[in-house]
């Protein structure tokens, strides 16, 4: 099983930057994906980034430009750098692992952390 503890989160004005951090401990070794999802309130979770083993990412049009989801692979670490951030980007963010044991695919939520964004 994969553990994720996210952190980051906070207060910013309209147009301020916050980086989101998911550190992830347990089977690390078997992660084949890890990503960013967001939810506000009376919504539902979305995907707002992505990225694979390979280092392949996609992102939300709704961020595309705004938002960079990187990797430290020596700190099993995911971070999503958000720039430019908006009043409708305020929700709290959910750090995901999905990761394989043999043809078998597991997923894994961290406890999510709140980003409010204030115009």
């Known amino acids: 099983q994969v553990q994720l503890v996210e952190s980051g989160g906070g207060l910013v004005q309209a147009g301020g930057s916050l980086r989101l951090s998911c550190a992830a401990s347990?089977?690390?070794?078997?992660?084949?994906?890890m990503a960013w999802y967001r939810q506000a309130p009376g919504e539902q979770r979305d995907l707002v980034a992505a990225?694979?083993?390979?280092?392949?990412?996609n992102y939300a049009d709704s961020v595309k430009g705004r938002f960079t989801i990187s990797r430290d692979g020596a700190k099993n670490t995911v971070y999503l750098q958000m720039n430019g951030l908006k009043p409708e980007d305020t929700a709290v963010y959910y750090c995901?692992?999905?990761?394989?044991?043999?043809?078998?695919?597991?997923?894994?939520w961290g406890q999510g952390t709140q980003v409010t964004v204030s115009s």
């Open positions: 995901h692992a999905r990761d394989r044991v043999g043809l078998v695919d597991f997923g894994s």
């Open positions: 347990g089977r690390v070794s078997s992660i084949s994906r």
């Open positions: 990225i694979s083993k390979g280092g392949d990412t």
